[in-house]
């Protein structure tokens, strides 16, 4: 189903997404089949934006789905294991959805992605809101019982135990209230390589076509931190990724320190 074809479509996944979930997955992919996807680069060149200088000795890339940063590769001979982010949730304006969201891989290690976020969702002027996990290329999995309210402050933590198993945090800081799930790859072909972390607010998939993108105002991630077994690094030196659609920019990314990025919808 695409995100925006008709009201009937749009009252659909309205009530889906304010319903409580079906208790079996393929019951939650027959209903929703929300996924995220790798990385999918717009100028796959790696031209500078231009006007554009980079922050922080990063640089900046295009992408068609994801806006944010990207640590493309962990310190030398280590791998990625955790990823953290905290982020204040957005009040959206403008019918589409958009997802703000942690994760490990996805990038140059395109097999799998370990990811945990929350969909902000305006239908005819309503928005909702959707906590989830997801191993791609498994549709995302929605967290149930963890309600959601814009302005709340989120954290969310990625960990991967092994190649294929793991476990998502997610703590909604302004209520208290917190999750923990254990997750694992959905084949031995989606095993994480460790070598990606990232930060992202991404335009998503919903039935295999990209939802059309609201006008999510900015995402700010604080406590930005990737570790390996031995030591935690930051954003900085990482790579921003702006969205662009149709040769138009739709996002601006900054680095405002070690630990923080915004991501601004133009």
Do not use: C
């Not at 992202?200 to 295999?208: A, P, R």
């Amino acid at each position: 189903m695409k995100f925006s074809t008709a009201a009937v479509a749009f009252a659909f996944l309205f009530a889906d997404l304010a319903a409580a979930r079906p208790s079996r997955l393929q019951e939650r992919i027959a209903s929703r089949a929300r996924s995220s996807r790798a990385l999918v680069r717009a100028d796959p060149s790696r031209v500078l934006q231009a006007g554009v200088v980079p922050t922080n000795n990063s640089h900046v890339e295009f992408s068609s789905n994801w806006s944010g940063v990207v640590l493309e590769s962990p310190p030398s001979g280590q791998t990625f294991t955790t990823v953290t982010g905290t982020f204040v949730v957005p009040t959206p304006s403008g019918n589409g959805a958009a997802s703000a969201w942690v994760g490990i891989d996805g990038d140059t290690a395109q097999n799998s992605i370990l990811q945990s976020g929350v969909d902000f969702t305006v239908t005819n002027g309503r928005v909702s809101y959707q906590a989830w996990f997801e191993w791609f290329p498994n549709f995302a999995i929605d967290f149930n019982n963890f309600p959601i309210s814009a302005g709340q402050t989120i954290t969310v933590s990625v960990h991967s135990t092994s190649k294929t198993t793991g476990t998502v945090v997610m703590t909604n800081v302004s209520t208290g209230k917190s999750i923990t799930q254990s997750v694992s790859a959905p084949s031995s072909s989606a095993a994480l390589a460790g070598q990606n972390a990232e930060w992202i607010v991404e335009d998503f998939e919903e039935g295999g076509s990209l939802v059309t993108l609201t006008n999510f105002g900015t995402v700010t991630f604080t406590g930005a931190s990737a570790s390996t077994s031995s030591q935690s690094v930051g954003v900085t030196g990482g790579t921003i990724i702006d969205m662009q659609q149709n040769s138009k920019t739709l996002t601006s990314v900054s680095i405002g320190s070690s630990s923080s990025l915004s991501v601004t919808h133009l």
